[in-house]
């Protein structure tokens, strides 16, 4: 069963640009024109994948992704205006996985496309052992969920993609280049930005307190760790 992939944008130029290159590569694609149409189409396709401009008319791309994000971790990403750095902080904070700006290429889309559903397969993986603890941490493998107290978290696909680069490499430290090479790919080694809208992300999904954090910790000038528990 091909890939399936969700084209949302009201610019008729980019929907035909981007149907055309992505049918070529052997993915469904569906459209929708508008945020409203959007979130009709995505809750009877079920897409896999969901391209997604921000700039609509009804419902904005940052609406439709933060109303996604209550029910589903399908990756996304936002399709934005050249120049507006804002605009790509404000979508990864509220759970994108990347963005692309436009104007762009035909093969920069399929390469996002791919390595995004690359990090989303990857993170379903089972570890060797199905649970793994750390203090009020505790994350199940075998049902990729993850859970801080008693309380369920909802992660993205990359933000659980992160999450696991720490769990399986405690007491280590790892620099921003390795992890933006580790779970958004090669391409991905200087874009420090998206690096730390996630952690900032994950450490208020995961933390009691976000500014003294115990789970993800800062090494300045180093890179970031998961502390070994003491005792």
């Not at 496309?113 to 505790?138: D, I, M, P, T, Y």
Request: glycine letters at 6%; one cysteine or more.
């Amino acid at each position: 069963m091909p890939t399936r992939v969700l084209v949302v944008d009201d610019e008729p130029r980019y929907l035909r640009l981007l149907e055309a290159n992505l049918t070529t590569e052997g993915y469904e694609v569906i459209v929708a024109q508008n945020g409203a149409q959007a979130l009709e189409v995505f809750s009877s396709a079920l897409p896999d994948l969901i391209l997604l401009d921000v700039m609509m008319p009804e419902l904005d791309g940052f609406a439709v992704c933060q109303r996604i994000r209550q029910f589903s971790n399908v990756p996304i990403i936002m399709l934005t205006a050249k120049g507006e750095e804002q605009d790509r902080v404000r979508g990864l904070d509220l759970g994108a996985d990347d963005y692309l700006v436009k104007p762009f290429s035909a093969t920069e889309v399929l390469a996002r496309v791919r390595a995004v559903l690359r990090r989303s397969q990857s993170s379903k993986e089972v570890s060797a052992n199905r649970f793994f603890e750390h203090g009020n941490l505790r994350i199940d493998f075998a049902r990729a969920e993850v859970w801080r107290g008693a309380q369920p978290v909802f992660l993205s696909a990359t933000e659980y993609r992160l999450l696991l680069q720490f769990a399986h490499s405690v007491g280590q430290v790892m620099s921003a280049e390795d992890l933006l090479t580790s779970v958004w790919g090669p391409e991905y080694r200087d874009d420090k930005e998206i690096l730390w809208v996630s952690i900032a992300r994950l450490r208020q999904k995961l933390e009691d307190d976000a500014h003294s954090p115990k789970h993800i910790i800062t090494r300045s000038g180093l890179g970031y760790l998961m502390p070994p528990l003491e005792g």
